[in-house]
């Protein structure tokens, strides 16, 4: 594999790269850090943790490189609606210059319940960044992705590279994706469930959830999270519903999921996802929700909002084939 990075103008490009072995990865990797470079451009690296070894490996002394950033995509996006926030900043912290994001947010370890948000995060990508001077190409080993996954792929991206050349994708389309992802959620019929009505209800709420949370043998820092959580996602619904927060807590998958349903409209797709501008006015809650959880999917309709969290406990989650 030859291809290069496309380059960027003004601009924001955003395309996806189709691999078919390690080799080919860790050459197109390593020739995009060394083009970034060479043209003066912070570059920002994110991949699985099993492949962050042999890509340091193969960079050389670029992997230690002021101006190269190398991370665990396991960790930084093992909830997808955190990544906007760490890319963001990344462009942010470098406004001044071009820069260059590389990562793998799918792979073959995702889990069947991860995998919508993780094509959320792909189709917001584009609104993002728009007009930014960033160039994004996300990773797809297409020797281990189901066909499915590819086709979302070329439907987040306008541009998709595979065997070496890139090609406007004639099917990119983000807001269907978009519209895809917004999918009903799937509930409990065990759910522990409360109702927050008022501020004075939320240390009862939070009392409930930490009870269910150490049922389930989860740490104290995790249940630590899991009540800032509760605190969040109840506070903005007094504030931007109806002035009712229904949640509800139960086990799925190696996680505990808590849920909170309002009637409130989220009609910004970027919520969460950006960090709060310092002003004082713009929201927090969701963005510290992303920042504390292991996924964080989203049911927005004209007629009110469901929002689950999911933190992983100690015994490992299903991996979705």
């Keep these: 594999m030859t291809a290069s990075t496309p380059a960027h103008d003004a601009g924001f490009v955003h395309s996806a790269l189709f691999y078919r072995s390690e080799q080919q990865y860790l050459d197109f990797v390593v020739r995009s850090v060394s083009e970034a ?3 003066y451009e912070p570059v920002w690296v994110a991949v699985p943790g099993d492949k962050l070894a042999a890509l340091s490996e193969a960079l050389g002394p670029a992997a230690d490189d002021t101006e190269v950033t190398l991370a665990d995509m396991a960790d930084v996006g093992r909830n997808p609606g955190r990544l906007l926030g760490v890319a963001g900043a990344f462009v942010e912290r470098h406004r001044h210059r071009p820069v260059r994001l590389i990562g793998e947010p799918v792979w073959a370890g995702r889990t069947a319940v991860e995998y919508p948000a993780c094509v ?3 189709a917001l990508v584009n609104l993002a960044l728009d007009g930014h001077r960033a160039t994004a190409v996300c990773l797809y080993d297409a020797s281990q992705l189901a066909e499915g996954v590819l086709a979302d792929a070329r439907t987040t991206h306008p541009l998709i ?4 050349s890139y090609q406007h994708s004639a099917d990119y389309a983000f807001d269907v994706a978009l519209q895809r992802c917004n999918e009903p959620l799937t509930t409990s019929p065990a759910a522990v469930t409360y109702t927050v009505s008022e501020l004075a209800n939320l240390s009862a709420a939070r009392q409930q959830g930490s009870r269910y949370g150490r049922l389930l043998g989860m740490a ?3 249940i630590a999270n899991l009540q800032l959580i509760i605190t969040e996602l109840a506070t903005n619904s007094l504030q931007h ?3 009712t927060c229904r949640l509800a807590f139960w086990e799925h998958s190696g996680y505990l999921v808590c849920e909170a349903r309002d ?3 989220l009609d910004d ?5 950006r960090p709060p501008n310092g ?3 713009s929201p927090r809650g969701l963005f510290v929700v992303n920042a504390l959880a292991d996924l964080v999917r989203i049911h927005a309709t004209p007629a009110g909002t469901t929002i689950q969290v999911f933190l992983r406990l100690d015994r490992p989650a299903e991996d979705a084939s």
Excluded: M, W, Y
Aim: aromatic content about 0%; charged content about 25%.
């Design 120 to 122: 959320q995060h792909e």
């Design 263 to 265: 009637t409130g409209i």
């Design 269 to 273: 797709p970027l919520a969460g996802r």
């Design 279 to 281: 002003d004082g006015k």
């Design 241 to 243: 519903g109806d002035g």
């Design 161 to 164: 590279c595979v065997d070496g």
């Design 220 to 222: 104290a820092e995790s």
């Design 37 to 39: 470079l060479n043209n």
